[in-house]
């Protein structure tokens, strides 16, 4: 088991001037801690135009920052959404070699298949074509950082002419290739395309185990047809994360961070009638939450020396409302152990989430690291040598 970081940069309203700096520099102090103390991966995505979700549009950008300030941490690009009328696959292939070679070799690409409404209209793109045009610009990607020159493309949705893209990443052929999934089609899609699989499902352990066996089966068959000129046979998952020796203060520190994190993406992508400029997303959600899924009276610690099983959903009152890995130590390896049980080769945290406070995520991630990752990091190596 493996352990990384996803930053969206979330920025709840009101906005100071200085804010989304602010938010910036904390990530970048937060991935360093990360980075120090034994995290494997950081994924920053790239999103448009989602107003308090997600400032984050120039990943690259901000990767190339990180890549100057850690060591051995791996530095995932993405998810990246990649129909060529979002943006060119040259240029997705020279952001992800040029910071391959700035952080010596440490880059993840992770793609996706579409992206939001606004997204998509802001870039003139049409969602009926999305899920082909991904697929064929990630092999455009993929052969334009290996081959010399690039042969050129002409397909359904991609026309481009022979010419070599440079630079080439120090990783040959080049970076793993992941897709993010949020159903479970996307899972197996994955699989044929020999993608590793960054998981934003909503899935419990045990019902990951289904899921997992069936991607590793798929992965080991003929029905796997990579897209790019390697195989990335990893699954991972995404889960909140918030950890106190005392449960009631991991849940007063995390919880409201991290159901913020799920209205907001469910605001854009679902259900949500976003007015640019205007919307005030947070007051929103105070307003909205016991209704959409994401109920803070539902959310209780169990008291006593034995606090009840963390899962990633929980029912309480007639209520739904998402949980994850917020709470104490003891519960957060015992649900990392289900994943793992299950065969889940990654957890990936969100910390950076609505108004959680900066000096609450730091000691939460040393705290992490004493407790948590010790009892795992001897397998995860084990595995990774056999694997190689």
Same mark, same amino acid.
């Given at each position: 088991m493996r352990f990384g970081l996803l930053y969206?940069?979330?920025?709840? =309203?009101?906005?100071?001037?200085?804010?989304?700096?602010?938010?910036?520099?904390?990530a970048l102090e937060q991935i360093a801690v990360a980075d120090r103390v034994g995290f494997h991966r950081v994924w920053v995505v790239e999103r448009h135009f989602l107003e308090e979700h997600a400032h984050s549009s120039a990943p690259g950008v901000f990767l190339g920052a990180v890549s100057q =300030?850690?060591?051995?941490?791996? !530095?995932?690009?993405?998810?990246?959404p990649l129909p060529s009328g979002y943006q060119h696959p040259a240029r997705v292939a020279e952001?992800?070699?040029?910071?391959? !070679?700035?952080?010596?070799?440490?880059?993840?690409?992770?793609?996706?298949?579409?992206a939001?409404?606004?997204?998509?209209?802001?870039?003139?793109?049409?969602?009926?074509?999305?899920?082909?045009?991904?697929?064929?610009?990630?092999?455009v990607v993929a052969r334009m950082m290996d081959e010399e020159p690039f042969t050129g493309h002409r397909g359904r949705t991609l026309d481009v002419p022979a010419r070599n893209v440079v630079p080439k990443p120090r990783q040959r052929p080049?970076?793993?290739?992941?897709?993010?999934?949020? =159903?479970?089609?996307a899972i197996r899609d994955a699989a044929q395309n020999g993608l590793g699989v960054l998981g934003l499902v909503s899935v419990e352990p045990e019902e990951a185990r289904e899921w997992v066996e069936e991607y590793r089966a798929i992965i080991a068959s003929e029905r796997c047809v990579p897209?790019?000129?390697?195989?990335?046979?990893?699954?991972?998952?995404v889960l909140p994360l918030m950890l106190h020796d005392e449960e009631a203060e991991a849940i007063d520190r995390g919880i409201d961070g991290a159901h913020f994190g799920g209205y907001a993406r469910a605001h854009h992508e679902v259900f949500g009638d976003h007015r640019p400029g205007d919307?005030?997303?947070?007051?929103?959600?105070?307003?909205?939450r016991e209704g959409v899924g994401f109920s803070r009276e539902a959310i209780r610690p169990g008291g006593g020396d034995d606090p009840a099983p963390l899962g990633l959903r929980v029912l309480g009152e007639g209520l739904g409302s998402l949980r994850g890995a917020i709470g104490t130590p003891d519960q957060v390896r015992d649900l990392i152990r289900r994943y793992e049980a299950a065969g889940v080769d990654e957890v990936v945290f969100t910390v950076q989430t609505g108004r959680t406070e900066h000096e609450h995520v730091l000691e939460a991630l040393e705290l992490f690291?004493?407790?948590?990752?010790?009892?795992?990091?001897?397998?995860?190596?084990?595995?990774?040598a056999a694997r190689d």
């Open positions: 969206e940069h979330q920025l709840p =309203r009101p906005w100071g001037p200085d804010d989304e700096s602010r938010v910036m520099r904390e =300030r850690t060591e051995r941490i791996r !530095l995932g690009l993405g998810p990246l952001t992800a070699a040029t910071l391959d !070679l700035l952080s010596g070799g440490r880059v993840d690409l992770g793609t996706a298949e579409a939001t409404g606004a997204e998509l209209g802001g870039f003139g793109v049409d969602r009926a074509t999305t899920r082909h045009a991904w697929a064929e610009s990630l092999g080049h970076p793993p290739l992941w897709l993010a999934c949020s =159903r479970r089609e897209a790019g000129l390697d195989v990335t046979a990893r699954f991972a998952v919307t005030n997303l947070w007051e929103e959600f105070l307003e909205r690291a004493r407790t948590v990752v010790p009892d795992f990091a001897p397998r995860a190596d084990e595995v990774e």
